[in-house]
């Protein structure tokens, strides 16, 4: 046997070896993704619950758009679920460093999805995703719907009663809305969770002292 054929067959069963070895998981989130829409989010979402809604369907488009982008594209804690750690990596590089996801948001997000479409509360599945964009998006145009006159129902302002009166039907049809909505999910809605969700969700959102987030929460 030459050491010319010996080598060659050495570099052949290098090559093989190599090719033979698990390759490594598909990176967090490729850079490629264009979620630059999330930056403007915290505000967006301050302008929805100081009843300025004019903007807000951007915030709902971008919800979409970014889960539908996580579930392609994020290696998660198993092929086919997410962790709170996920969640947070994900959002977080797109987000403003003043607004970024806590720990406790990324928990108080999964116990509400739990809530809201079942599973579990520290994980979220790859199926799940599509069921709640489905929900946020309804979600989404019941808050849109009633989010304008908000300020004056929850707080009786300077409007007149007869502005108010005006703004009730909006109100009847997001309670019933959100009624129907919980109608139909998996488990009942513990309060302390949602006003946990709510608070989390005010520190997240840009302070702004029409925002009626600290009257629903109290």
Not at 89 to 100: D, E
Not at 134 to 159: C, K, Q
Request: aromatic share 6%; hydrophobic share 45%.
């Amino acid at each position: 046997m030459s050491f010319r054929f010996l080598c060659v067959c050495i570099l052949l069963s290098s090559c093989s070896w190599l090719n033979t070895q698990p390759k490594s998981p598909p990176p967090l989130n490729p850079p490629c993704l264009d979620l630059r829409c999330l930056a403007e989010t915290p505000n967006l979402l301050s302008e929805l619950f100081s009843g300025k809604p004019e903007r807000s369907p951007a915030v709902f488009l971008c919800l979409d758009r970014t889960l539908a982008a996580f579930a392609t594209h994020t290696t998660g804690i198993s092929p086919e679920s997410y962790s709170t750690a996920d969640i947070r990596a994900f959002a977080n590089r797109y987000l403003p460093v003043s607004h970024t996801v806590s720990i406790r948001f990324a928990k108080s997000i999964l116990e509400m999805k739990q809530i809201l479409i079942g599973g579990k509360s520290d994980q979220i599945q790859k199926s799940e995703i599509k069921t709640l964009r489905n929900r946020l998006s309804r979600m989404g145009l019941l808050l849109i719907l009633v989010a304008v006159r908000l300020p004056v129902l929850m707080r009786a302002t300077s409007e007149t009663a007869e502005a108010r009166r005006k703004a009730a039907p909006a109100l009847g049809a997001f309670l019933d809305g959100i009624s129907e909505l919980l109608s139909a999910s998996p488990n009942p809605l513990p309060w302390q969770a949602l006003a946990n969700f709510l608070k989390q969700l005010e520190a997240f959102t840009e302070k702004d002292d029409r925002s009626i987030l600290p009257f629903i929460i109290e």
